[in-house]
């Protein structure tokens, strides 16, 4: 599975950007896709997950009611509209695939596969 992840940018605190992330090769409905992000001098942190399969979502506290996760199974892309943007929310956006379902859905060690990340700087 390739993942293409686009859409970053900057952005004045409380805009808004919508990331895509593009899936292509085996894709199957057991996978679930995710977005996690790295800030500076960070560890890398979960911020949101859907299921392929049944389009359940999950997102961190610091996120909810902010993000929004959606599917588009027709052209195999994962959305993440972030609305009311912070300047903590400025980090690199990693889009994430995977089925290994003994794992939860913020834990990485779910996903097999990685996109390359999109930089998103919030400005206050």
């Known amino acids: 599975v390739q993942l293409q992840a686009s859409g970053g940018g900057l952005v004045q605190a409380g805009g808004s950007l919508r990331l895509a992330c593009a899936a292509s090769?085996?894709?199957?409905?057991?996978?679930?896709m995710a977005w996690f992000r790295q800030a500076p001098g960070k560890e890398r942190e979960f911020v949101s997950a859907?299921?392929?399969?049944?389009?359940?979502?999950y997102y961190a506290d610091s996120v909810k009611g902010r993000f929004t996760i959606s599917r588009d199974s027709a052209k195999n892309t994962v959305h993440l509209q972030m609305n009311s943007l912070k300047p903590e929310d400025t980090a690199v956006y990693y889009c994430?695939?995977?089925?290994?379902?003994?794992?939860?859905?913020?834990?990485?060690?779910?996903?097999?596969?990685r996109g390359q990340g999109t930089q998103v700087t919030v400005s206050s």
């Open positions: 090769g085996r894709t199957g409905s057991s996978y679930r």
């Open positions: 994430a695939a995977g089925g290994r379902t003994a794992f939860y859905y913020s834990d990485s060690r779910g996903y097999d596969y």
């Open positions: 859907i299921s392929w399969s049944d389009g359940s979502t």
